[in-house]
């Protein structure tokens, strides 16, 4: 399937602004403090024990944590920003649940967390099958944060899609987390059924390389194999398009001198003379 041109130039003018709001948001931040002592940088210098390693291995490892959590912030607005392309984005959902939808939900993540237990079960898609016809009398509205919930007007289908963007799903939060996407899910489908409502567990990279199986187990333990949705099957997503991950990652390659520069500057700043 070609990409429209339009479209690709639209996704194309909003990676190149992104990644160059991004540099230059990034060094005029950390050049702006490099004199603070409660600067991002400076705030994280005082291990000793990576300091007894030498300046250098001192700043790029405050730098990296840096770069690392503003970068994902970058590329979760970016991905944002491509999806209003192609469909209404919302940030959360909200509507009526059952009772016993609740309880259904509660009884299989306790199946699917334990691990050891007779009971234990893997998810999969069917586990929802019928879910929206368990409505007793006891209902009540309820209001989720969601970090993607994309509507397709052409198609009718919406997905609630949970992004890590490295893909680290955390041991404590992962119960949670696929709790409140299924109690979205729930709110949805009872409005729309359960054929129009898809859940996903998204990276926008592939931590195991690009093209090879996801394999982290917290990930599995929770989600169906058809609910992960994975670098490029991400990006595909949200740019509408089965070349969206190709136009996006082609773009960032073309624009991520901006980010180096920037990091050139920083560096001059807080290591002068090569330090």
């Not at 005029?28 to 705030?43: K, P, Q, S, Y």
């Not at 991905?79 to 649940?97: F, K, M, P, R, T």
């Not at 929206?132 to 009540?140: I, L």
């Not at 926008?204 to 949705?229: H, I, M, S």
Request: with cysteine; charged share 30%.
């Amino acid at each position: 399937m070609s990409t429209n041109v339009n479209k690709e130039r639209a996704i194309r003018a909003i990676v190149s602004n992104a990644v160059k709001t991004y540099a230059n948001g990034f060094s005029m931040r950390h050049l702006a403090e490099v004199d603070d002592e409660n600067g991002v940088i400076n705030m994280k210098i005082h291990n000793v024990f990576i300091a007894a390693l030498g300046r250098e291995i001192q700043y790029y490892s405050a730098l990296a944590r840096s770069l690392d959590s503003s970068l994902g912030n970058m590329l979760e607005s970016m991905a944002i920003s491509i999806a209003q392309l192609n469909y209404d984005v919302s940030q959360h959902v909200e509507g009526i649940i059952y009772q016993e939808q609740t309880d259904y939900i509660a009884e299989l993540l306790e199946r699917y967390k334990n691990t050891k237990g007779e009971n234990h079960k893997k998810p999969e898609l069917c586990d929802y099958d019928g879910i929206t016809k368990m409505r007793s009398t006891a209902k009540h509205s309820k209001r989720h944060e969601s970090d993607y919930y994309l509507k397709d007007t052409e198609t009718g289908k919406s997905y609630l899609i949970e992004l890590k963007i490295g893909g680290d799903l955390d041991n404590k939060k992962a119960r949670s987390e696929k709790e409140a996407l299924l109690e979205q899910y729930c709110i949805l489908a009872n409005e729309e059924g359960e054929d129009n409502v898809k859940i996903l567990f998204a990276t926008a990279y592939n931590r195991y390389g690009e093209g090879k199986p996801w394999t982290q187990g917290r990930v599995r333990q929770f989600f169906a194999d058809e609910e992960l949705c994975i670098s490029r099957d991400f990006w595909n997503l949200v740019c509408k398009d089965e070349g969206g991950y190709d136009i996006v990652i082609d773009e960032y390659k073309k624009n991520a001198h901006f980010i180096n520069e920037a990091l050139d500057e920083i560096k001059s700043a807080y290591l002068p003379d090569g330090e």
